[in-house]
C-alpha cells in the first residue's frame, strides 16, 4: 500500500500563491508517478499535473501551465505544487495520487490522499 498526505491548502487571494506537498510513504516503489487532480462542487473531477518519480518529467493540463509548478524530492517521497496567479477559477479540493505507467504518457492512479481545500477569492 502508498499512503499519501497532503498540506498547504488555504484560502488566497486572486493573484496570489500556494504550495502544496504531498508526502508519499509505503510501498513508493511500487509508483512511477505522482499526479495531481482537482474537483470543484457540482463539477467533474479533473487532471492537473503529473511529475515522473524516475527523471522528474512533467506535463501540465491546458488550463494551469504557465502557472502552476511541479517538484520532487525523491529522498522525502515528497511531491510539491507550487500555484502561481491563483484564479477564482482554480478554487476546488485538490487531491494528490500516486500512479503507474501503463503506455506511453498513460498512468493509472490507485492511490489517494484526503485532498485540501484551495480558495481563490475574487
Known amino acids: 500500500q502508498v499512503q499519501l498526505v497532503e498540506s498547504g491548502g488555504g484560502l488566497v487571494q486572486a493573484g496570489g500563491s500556494l504550495r502544496l506537498s504531498c508526502a508519499a510513504s509505503g510501498r513508493t516503489f511500487s509508483s512511477d508517478a505522482m499526479g495531481w487532480f482537482r474537483q470543484a462542487p457540482g463539477k467533474e473531477r479533473e487532471f492537473v499535473a503529473r511529475?515522473?518519480?524516475?527523471?522528474?518529467?512533467?506535463y501540465y493540463a491546458d488550463s494551469v501551465k504557465g502557472r502552476f509548478t511541479l517538484a520532487r524530492d525523491n529522498t522525502k517521497n515528497t511531491v510539491y505544487l507550487q500555484m502561481n496567479s491563483l484564479k477564482p477559477e482554480d478554487t476546488a479540493v485538490y487531491y494528490c495520487a500516486a500512479g503507474s505507467r501503463v503506455a506511453d504518457s498513460r498512468y493509472t492512479y490507485q492511490y489517494w490522499g484526503q485532498g485540501t481545500q484551495v480558495t481563490v477569492s475574487s
Open positions: 511529475i515522473r518519480w524516475s527523471d522528474g518529467n512533467t
